[in-house]
């Protein structure tokens, strides 16, 4: 079963907001999207880039990355990092690559999902 990169990191972002953010201290979607965008990076529950690992696993993220070559080569030409030296780095540098790669995607997905409990939120914040 191949690895569903988008909906994982796109699950675990809307864990992240509702877990660690009150929708009310944002005045708009697109200020909470800035802010998701440049905290993100460093969440490891979300892309593992702090650590250097999502997984914390090797044989997890190899596990992740095994179906999704065509994703892990995508992420390097957008990063413009050379493929084998990524696989050089080893999988969960690899699975890392990926989440990087795919984290605004995946917010623009979560927060189209919440979109609806974001104005409820401010709606009840002008009663």
């Not at 690895?3 to 990191?9: A, I």
């Not at 907001?17 to 979300?46: A, C, K, R």
């Not at 065509?70 to 690899?94: I, P, S, T």
Request: hydrophobic share 35%; proline share 0%.
């Amino acid at each position: 079963m191949t690895y569903d990169y988008l909906s994982e990191e796109t699950n675990d972002i809307l864990a992240y907001i509702h877990d660690e953010l009150n929708l009310e201290e944002f005045d708009t979607i697109e200020e909470l999207e800035e802010y998701l965008n440049e905290n993100l990076w460093t969440v490891d529950g979300v892309t593992g880039n702090a650590s250097g690992s999502y997984t914390f696993s090797t044989w997890q993220a190899e596990e992740y990355i095994a179906h999704n070559m065509d994703l892990l080569e995508e992420a390097c030409e957008e990063f413009g990092r050379d493929m084998g030296e990524a696989v050089k780095n080893g999988a969960e540098y690899c699975d890392v690559t990926i989440r990087c790669y795919l984290l605004s995607q995946a917010i623009g997905n979560a927060l189209d999902e919440i979109e609806d409990e974001f104005s409820a939120a401010h709606e009840e914040e002008g009663e």
